[in-house]
């Protein structure tokens, strides 16, 4: 069983570098992320390092004299643990394990710990133990040996921690184990699936914390979970929603996140059959996040992965009323307008535009223009529905008749 205890927020510092394809800001923001993933697994970030270099170190990710630095920070300042936010190879993680002599974590292994405390049915869990076991079979080699055992906390935490001392052989029997739990599984909820009939099923993706779940709490009167930390939502909740007289699914599922871990997508595969079999996508995007942009790549990346790129998308920018532009002075000739000074009218105009009526603007939270979501999401999803339930169509009045 995962416990559940609040602990005293662990000390932690995060480590990132700037390269010639992540300059300082990126940086920043990807670090800003990594503070939010910290916070959320139930870390206290106390200070960051950042480096600049052309590739990180083969054998310790930053330079030896950066490195120095955090060692004597963290020996100062009581420090638990350290995360970097790229992945660390087995050898750079044994490495600085053995300078720092605390706890080392990459943003793989954060994020598969916020999975393994967020895990509530055994189905969830099944599949973040697949993970942590995949993650973990190449770095069984001397991880963490000097370390007092069953420390427990961040990255310590979840279905898979008992495995960390067994050997390659036990583990590579448990993934084949899980593999086939997984799979009886998967048939049964092949069979629920099938059984919904010919349903329009709608799914909503989008990144992490974009309010997924409160949009889903807002059209179909239901209560999932929504809190504003990372992952809130692990397993799929799907609901029957009725518009104008028109049932269709709605289901709300695990959110994304940029460099999700591939064992995590390989393993929630599964989870995700339900976005990989929906007739229609309503991707949600947080407007308000400066990084909106780049979080649609990375979930159109995702859908990609998981073959689901090419199906009918409708774009719903959430959480308009959160949205705020940086002031510009129109008179000013010298500092050129960014897109941060952009005002949402002026979203509109960029590549937006040539969404047309698949773009919406909502805020979930205050519900404003709800009905137009609704009525757009109607059109769709009548389309869909009338091409299976030919004799009923009539039942469906026009888009103009919905409340
Ligand atoms: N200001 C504002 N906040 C919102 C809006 N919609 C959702 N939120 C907040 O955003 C946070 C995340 O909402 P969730 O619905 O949990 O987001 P999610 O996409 O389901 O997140 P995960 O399940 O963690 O991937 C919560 O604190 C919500 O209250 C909105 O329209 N405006
Ligand atoms: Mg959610």
Known sequence: MIEKKDIA???????????????????????????FLTYTAGGEVIKRFTQKMNMPNPKTFIGSGKMDEVMHFVKDNDIGTVIFDDELSPAQERNI?????????DRTNL????????????YARTQVELAQCEYLLPRLKGMWTHLERQKGGIGMRGPGETEIETDRRIVRDKISLLKS????????????????????????????????STLMNVISKSEVFAENKLFATLD??????????????????????RKLPTQLVESFKSTLDEVREADLLLHVVDISHSNFE????????????????????????????????????????????????????????TWMAKLGDNALFISALNKENL?????????????????????NHFLYPDVEEIE
């Open 294 to 349: 780049e979080h649609i790549d990375s979930v159109n990346q995702i859908l990609d992965e998981i073959e689901s790129k090419g199906k009918p998308t409708i774009m719903v920018f959430n959480k308009i009323d959160a949205y705020e532009s940086e002031p510009y002075d129109e008179d000013d000739l010298i500092v050129e307008k960014t897109k941060a000074n952009y005002t949402i009218e002026e979203w509109k105009k």
């Open 181 to 212: 739990k997984i799979k009886a599984i998967d048939k049964q909820m092949a069979v629920q699936r099938g059984n919904r009939g010919k349903l329009v099923r709608v799914a909503l993706v989008g990144y992490t914390n974009v309010g997924k």
């Open 236 to 257: 799929t909740t799907v609901r029957k929603v009725v518009i104008g007289n028109l049932p269709f699914l709605v289901s709300d599922t695990v959110g994304f996140i």
């Open 111 to 122: 994020i598969l710990d916020i999975f393994a405390q967020r895990a509530q049915t055994s």
């Open 9 to 35: 927020l662990e000390r932690v510092v995060l480590i990132g570098i700037i390269t010639q394809d992540q300059n300082e800001e990126k940086s920043k923001e990807y670090l800003d992320e990594l503070e």
């Open 371 to 391: 009905n137009e979501f609704r009525k757009r999401i109607y059109k769709e999803v009548r389309e869909i529905h009338v091409t299976r339930f030919p004799y």
């Open 97 to 105: 394990s053995k300078i720092l002599n605390c706890k080392i974590l």
